[in-house]
């Protein structure tokens, strides 16, 4: 090994990050830049993309911004067919793109159950639908490939008046599972985060009176995870050895119980 490659082990590779305007997805597309990708931000706000181009590129790494709506399925297999034509295969896809609109099921707030469903299942399935013929065939050029998405402890644990939000999470748990399984054999690893609570913007989607009250007491009573330590969990997945994937990852803060 170099000490090139030492010190930026993801040298050579490309990475997609969505959700990359704001909180883990940021901080993640910079830790992965840091450590030698060439990445690429995907997210609606293009203001913020740009300026995180800037930054990355300030600090010796290399990115590419590219504004779109993952839910939007024909604008995810474009950015799929830029990435492709101007990078080459991507080998690295963090599905980091959500939200969560906590509220108790009698509201009936189907509004927003219907957009934590688009986003955090249709969105995803976009974006993996779109890269994963990159991901295979990266693979076997390469030797490796990398699929890690953002779950959520909520996907196992119990959350009053998370109900919806919940669900979409533990579908993201129960599929990247069954990927593994489907996409292990072509080299390609499939890992889901599950991270507890993190200060991210996240947390300024939620109007239910209830679960700001229950966010901002666990403040006062605990240290928060942020959006670097999970961007140093998702670093520390892609850079293992191929022959090493860790299927399901629960990353917590010290002071959270469940």
């Known amino acids: 090994m170099t000490a090139q490659t030492s010190l930026r082990p993801l040298s050579g590779r490309i990475a997609v990050v969505t959700g990359a305007s704001s909180g883990i997805g940021e901080a993640s597309a910079e ?12 997210a609606r706000r293009a203001d ?8 990355i590129e300030k600090n010796g790494g290399q990115a590419l911004a590219v504004a779109a709506d993952v839910t939007d399925t024909a604008a995810v297999q474009a950015v799929a067919d830029r990435v492709a034509a101007e990078l080459g295969n991507a080998d690295l896809l963090f599905n980091n793109a959500g939200v969560m609109l906590p509220a108790p099921v009698e509201e009936l707030a189907t509004d927003q159950w219907q957009r934590q469903i688009d986003l955090n299942v249709t969105g995803l399935m976009n974006t993996i639908g779109a890269f994963t013929p990159q991901l295979v065939e990266a693979a ?14 909520a996907a196992q644990n119990i959350f009053p008046t998370f109900a919806v939000y ?6 993201v748990t129960h599929l990247s599972r069954h990927l593994r399984a489907e996409l292990g054999a072509k080299k390609v690893r499939v890992s889901a985060i599950e991270p ?18 229950w966010l901002a007491g666990s403040k006062e009573t605990m240290e928060w995870l942020t959006p670097q330590d999970v961007a140093q969990t998702v670093g520390f997945i892609a850079t293992l050895p191929p022959r090493v994937n860790l299927q399901q990852v629960t990353i917590m803060p010290t002071g959270q119980a469940s």
């Open 166 to 171: 919940s669900a979409t999470k533990a579908y």
């Open 48 to 55: 913020r993309l740009d300026d995180l181009v800037a930054r």
């Open 31 to 42: 830790h992965l830049a840091a450590l030698g990708a060439r990445v690429v931000v995907l």
């Open 140 to 153: 076997g050029e390469r030797g490796v490939a990398d699929l890690i998405n953002t779950s959520s402890i």
């Open 196 to 213: 507890g609570i993190v200060g991210t913007e996240l947390q300024s989607h939620v109007t239910d009176e209830g679960a700001l009250e």
